[in-house]
């Protein structure tokens, strides 16, 4: 399939750098399956939680304005900006956001003499390559760890896959199960795609990989789980 421009972009952005990254999210899926399945609200690249500080330099050195999220019980939260690659802030983050002008999430400063501003999603599809999700993952030198509990782990050399044209990317079975909390399902702008995507892409994985995503949803989901009704092998 042509690939879309925002991994293009996103790539020749991150390519020459000096630590791992790859593609995640829905954009992943498609580089699996080779095909273009849905609009995407975002570009997502993954890099590990030790290469913060990293790609908030990369990010910043190119021009991006980049920023921590702020959670918020019952709303979508804020932003807070960060300003450079040795802000403090950077301790705490999970996810950077990283934007240029014309991005379709542009912040909006409160008025309340904090430095968080608030978004606006002005479309749940990116067509410009204006914004960045950067999701910091784990690892412990030789697996892929969800979370720092360390209890659901993958072979690196599993995890994270290549495309033909030699974009990285994370392995289906990684981001379906990244996918799984309740969140994703029920939240208004992912409780359509987020099944929709385990159906496309469930049926296409080798075995061993529909085996470890089995076994990952078992483990953690003791009490069952939806998405598995109809597709154990």
Not at 63 to 82: A, C, H, M, N, Q
Request: hydrophobic share 35%; proline share 6%.
């Amino acid at each position: 399939m042509p690939m879309n421009n925002l991994i293009i972009e996103g790539n020749n952005l991150f390519k020459d750098c000096s630590f791992p990254y790859y593609v995640c999210g829905g954009f992943a899926l498609e580089l699996f399956v080779g095909k273009s399945m849905r609009a995407h609200g975002d570009l997502d690249i993954s890099v590990f939680y030790e290469n913060k500080r990293d790609v908030a330099a990369l990010l910043h050195s190119n021009g991006w304005d980049i920023y921590k999220r702020v959670f918020e019980p019952g709303s979508l939260g804020g932003i807070t900006p960060l300003v450079d690659a040795n802000d403090s802030k950077l301790d705490e983050v999970r996810t950077i956001w990283a934007m240029k002008q014309g991005s379709h999430l542009p912040p909006k400063p409160r008025n309340d003499g904090t430095y968080i501003y608030d978004f606006e999603i002005l479309s749940h599809e990116q067509k410009g390559f204006n914004f960045i999700e950067v999701v910091l993952d784990y690892n412990d030198g030789d697996h892929f760890v969800c979370g720092k509990d360390k209890k659901i782990a993958r072979k690196l050399d599993k995890a994270i896959l290549f495309s033909d044209e030699g974009v990285p990317y994370m392995a289906p079975e990684l981001v379906l199960f990244l996918k799984s909390p309740q969140v994703y399902s029920t939240h208004e702008i992912h409780r359509k795609k987020t099944p929709a995507d385990f159906k496309a892409v469930f049926p296409l994985l080798p075995d061993e990989s529909k085996k470890w995503l089995i076994d990952a949803l078992d483990t953690t989901y003791t009490d069952g789980y939806e998405w598995l009704e109809g597709y154990l092998v």
